[in-house]
Each structure stands twice: as structure tokens, then as C-alpha cells.
């Protein structure tokens, strides 16, 4: 009895362990049918159409028989200035690969920043100190950005702030330019 309470524990963590992963499935090895997923539980091989049980345990070959491939990102961000206009997956060996079809991010006059996500941008780059200090610096301008839930690219608040910060912030032209598309209140 208490070796089976150890061994279903052990087989909980051990499913836990392996549950952030990501799988995609594909009856050919070429063509993949699903989006990512977790990995199911039980599997069928597709040679020999046998069950196989804990395909989390299993060898990544024996995976790959079920037609289940372990996805892996080709890269966690795109590039400034570019945007994702695709993405696919790409079976190469056991293993799923993301490839990212890339477009130039289209010029976008007039679009609706996040403040929230302008912080938590400013705060990652470490500048988050300096906009507070150019914020109380002047009195209506706090009260301006405070009373605002979003803020428009092409505001004059906006813009003159960029003029002021991002060389301060060590950001060229560029540099502002992708800080503010990646704050947009839009999805990414």
C-alpha cells in the first residue's frame, strides 16, 4: 500500500514535471495536423497501431512513432522593426521547430499606447526612475498622463517625451519607435 502511494506520487510529479511542454501531432512526419498542445496521456503507435501508455515518459522515439514532435521555439522574440506576419511548424527529427514568417511592421501613424505596458517597458530597461523624475518634474504634465487610461502615439505629450527620454534612456529614433509600437494597447 505504501509503495503504491510512493509510485502514483512519483508518476504525479513526474507528469507535472514534463506538463510545460508542448506537442504537436502529425501523421506523417511532415504535415503537422494540430496546434500546440500538451501531449496526451496515452498514445497509439501509427506503425503497429499499439497503445502506448505515459507517452510523457516515453523516449522521444517512441513519441514520434505516436506522431507526437516536442515543440521548440526558433527564436523568443521578433527583431525590431519586424512583425509576425506567420508562423508554422516545422518537424525536423523529433522535435517540432517554430519557424516565424517576418514582415516589416507597417508605418502606423495614430495608435493607442498602453500605459501599463509602457511601464513595465520602461522598468525592464531600467528608466523607470528617470520618466518618474521628468513626470513630477511638471506638475501638469503628471496630471495629464495620471488622468489618462491610454495614450495616443502622435499626442503632443507623447511625442515630446520621446524627444526628451530616449536619448536619456540610451534609445535612438529607432530605438523609440519599437518601445512604443510594443506598448500599443492591441494585441502583439
Not at 514534463?18 to 496521456?41: H, I, K
Not at 527564436?75 to 514568417?101: D, F, H, S, Y
Not at 517597458?121 to 487610461?149: H, S, W, Y
Amino acid at each position: 500500500m505504501k509503495r503504491n502511494i510512493l509510485v502514483i506520487a512519483g508518476l504525479f510529479f513526474l507528469t507535472l514535471s514534463f506538463g510545460a511542454d508542448l506537442f504537436v501531432f502529425s501523421r506523417d512526419g511532415t504535415n503537422v495536423v494540430s496546434g500546440a498542445r500538451e501531449l496526451p496521456s496515452v498514445g497509439v503507435r501509427l506503425d503497429t497501431r499499439q497503445p502506448v501508455l505515459g507517452l510523457y515518459g516515453a523516449q522521444e522515439g517512441e513519441r514520434k512513432a505516436c506522431g507526437w514532435y516536442r515543440c521548440v521555439a526558433e527564436t523568443n522574440r521578433t527583431p525590431e522593426g519586424m512583425t509576425v506576419a506567420g508562423r508554422a511548424w516545422v518537424i525536423e527529427g523529433c522535435e517540432a521547430v517554430e519557424k516565424l514568417r517576418l514582415a516589416a511592421r507597417p508605418a502606423a501613424k495614430g495608435y493607442e499606447i498602453s500605459k501599463y505596458k509602457l511601464l513595465c517597458e520602461l522598468k525592464a530597461l531600467g528608466a523607470l526612475p528617470t520618466f518618474v523624475e521628468f513626470l513630477n518634474a511638471d506638475q501638469e504634465r503628471k496630471i495629464l498622463f495620471d488622468a489618462a487610461t491610454a495614450l495616443d502615439s502622435d499626442n503632443p505629450l507623447v511625442t515630446a517625451a520621446a524627444t526628451v527620454l530616449m536619448p536619456a534612456f540610451g534609445l535612438a529614433a529607432a530605438g523609440s519607435s519599437n518601445l512604443l509600437w510594443r506598448c500599443r494597447t492591441h494585441a502583439r
